[in-house]
């Protein structure tokens, strides 16, 4: 049994590491078997919150308002981080937008890790679900979720229910966490130009829309050229063209 490592989650404005941000870190450090160490901080996301996330969350624009920048803190996070296994739910989802996040910061993030999901879906497959918040609820873990840092430890004590019950060496064994990525390109000149010019041809359909609401909240010249063809093809989406 690995007794020894970080357990991280997240919380993001989306799914999509490509186009999405990180908005909250927790991770705990756990040695023999018990936690150390924690790691927990906002991250500016540049961007105004969808209505979803806070619901989801709890978290609100008002609360990132002075978050730290990823610049500052993804390096924060890498020397916690050491050269520990990762543990989480899921635990791919979070280390593709720590990679992503630490490769556009010009940092390498390479990890093996454990993961509590897949190991749930193998053992019980019987649950009517394998999420955190039920497995939490199965196990009478306390939790509290969709916040980084309950779900670091909520995570932790399920990962001993875990071992407890079905330990292995061979499904419990830390694996690469495989996840390819290139450093982003700022926005160009012209695509820049072209979604001033969307913005102001749409813009009353965009405040009606609350789903884009987080463009016009959005310093343009900080948006990849990624992030800057996804909220242009929304916007003509969204406009019907």
Do not use: W
């Not at 020894?4 to 941000?21: F, M, V």
Request: charge should be neutral.
């Amino acid at each position: 049994m690995i007794e020894d490592y970080i357990c991280l989650d997240l919380e993001t404005t989306g799914l999509n590491p490509k186009t999405d941000k990180i908005i909250e870190i927790g991770a705990v450090k756990v040695r023999n078997g018990n936690i150390v160490e924690s790691f927990q901080s906002f991250v500016a996301p540049e961007r105004k919150l969808e209505k979803r996330i806070v619901e989801l969350t709890g978290i609100t624009d008002e609360m990132l308002k002075n978050a730290p920048p990823k610049e500052e803190i993804i390096p924060c996070f890498l020397e916690f981080a050491g050269d520990d296994i990762l543990l989480g739910h899921s635990v791919l989802f979070d280390f593709s937008f720590i990679k992503r996040t630490a490769v556009n910061c010009k940092l390498t993030f390479e990890r093996q890790g454990i993961d509590t999901l897949k190991i749930a879906r193998k053992f019980l497959p019987e649950l009517e679900s394998r999420s955190l918040g039920f497995l939490c609820s199965h196990y009478q873990i306390e939790h509290k979720a969709h916040r980084a840092m309950a779900d670091a430890k909520a995570t932790v004590n399920l990962y001993k229910k875990l071992c407890e019950e079905f330990y292995n060496e061979e499904d419990f064994k830390p694996t690469p966490l495989l996840y390819k990525v290139k450093r982003e390109t700022p926005i160009t000149k012209p695509q820049k130009e072209r979604l001033y010019r969307l913005l102001e041809l749409h813009k009353l359909s965009i405040e009606q829309d609350g789903d884009l609401s987080p463009i016009l909240s959005m310093e343009v010249d900080k948006l990849t050229r990624s992030e800057a063809s996804r909220y242009m093809d929304r916007i003509l989406a969204k406009c019907g063209r």
